[in-house]
């Protein structure tokens, strides 16, 4: 059996080792489009994070039995194209939920805490000068009697609002699919949830309910003070709308998801004013070294109880 791994640089330096028990192994740290069907044409199993395995890339490879996603969203495999040639394809759920939690809170506490500010404070010697033992310029609050509001309540947002729970703080949710479920929270309405939330997390997949979710208008809406950060996918929340908030009104944006990654240069969100009011991270929320080795030993499961 043969399986290619191509892009594994997404891993970090987490062991791979588990795959050479099922033959040959052969790992790319990345992959162009280009590249992808020379690199596969011979697979029994193709392992990919984001690369993209189109219908053409399996018609064109007959050894291919199985396409293991190395992630929970399977958008960059054509489904429909796998299952008329009979090729499965597994992806990993759960293995990021404590990591993507962690990570929300991250964000959260470095634009509430104006981490940036008085870092470069201390590091800048203007601590040391001013001659005051304390600076409170720039007032955080407390997350204690505050509202939380949650797009997205899955497996994460859930999660998320344990967390939340236990700081004091008083949780309603925006369900994007629109089912309903018997919850500890309250459900809301987006607009409402928008107006009244001094924080608002953002947990959801990208799909046809929520592409262009909070667009201008939406996030205009939030109340002075607000802090919006986005977990879910790039392209729910509009980036445009975004920049042009970030300098307009105190509302702070913490992103660690974008419509295209890595972000482009040209993107609007680089040439902000207010830094102060947006903090970015590259798509890491997932990236716990226990994630990843919850993922790596995930995929090599699927790999051993499907062929």
């Known amino acids: 059996m043969k399986i290619v791994l191509l892009d594994a640089i997404t ?32 697979a029994d199993v193709i392992v990919t994070n984001k690369v993209v395995i189109t219908q053409e890339h399996i018609e064109k490879t007959p050894s291919l039995k199985l396409i293991c996603v190395a992630a929970t969203g399977m958008n960059n ?42 870092d470069e404070s201390v590091k800048s010697e203007r601590y040391s000068k ?28 859930r999660e998320v609002a344990k967390v939340v729970t236990s700081f004091g703080a008083e949780v309603s949710y925006f369900s994007t699919s629109g089912i309903k479920r018997e919850e500890s929270y309250p459900s ?30 939406a996030l205009s809406s939030c109340k002075e003070g607000a802090v919006v950060l986005n977990l879910g996918r790039g392209g729910i929340v509009n980036e445009e709308a975004v920049a042009k908030l970030v300098d307009e009104k105190n509302i702070s944006f913490g992103l660690d ?7 482009p240069l040209e993107s609007p969100l680089l040439a902000v004013k207010n830094k102060n009011r947006l903090y970015m991270t590259p798509h890491i929320a997932w990236t716990s070294v226990e994630a990843r080795e919850r993922l790596i030993a995930s995929v090599c499961e699927n790999i051993q109880t499907t062929l």
């Open 77 to 118: 495999v054509d489904l429909e194209g796998a299952k008329a040639h009979n090729v499965m394809v597994k992806n990993v759920a759960g293995y990021s939920t404590d990591s993507v939690v962690q990570h929300t809170f991250s964000l959260l506490f470095y634009l509430i805490g104006h981490s940036r500010y008085y």
């Open 188 to 217: 809301i309405s987006l607009e409402r949830l928008l107006k009244e939330s001094d924080i608002i997390t953002i947990h959801a997949p990208l799909n046809e309910q929520t592409a262009n979710l909070l667009d201008y208008d």
């Open 130 to 157: 001013s001659g005051i033992f304390t600076d409170v310029s720039h007032p955080f609050f407390e997350i204690k009697g505050k509202k939380w509001g949650i797009i997205g309540l899955g497996t994460i947002g």
């Open 257 to 263: 998801v974008f419509e295209k990654e890595p972000l």
């Open 11 to 42: 891993f970090g330096n987490i062991s791979l080792e588990c795959f050479s028990q099922f033959g040959e192994v052969e790992i790319f740290e990345k992959t162009l489009p280009e590249q992808t069907q020379e690199r596969i044409t011979d």
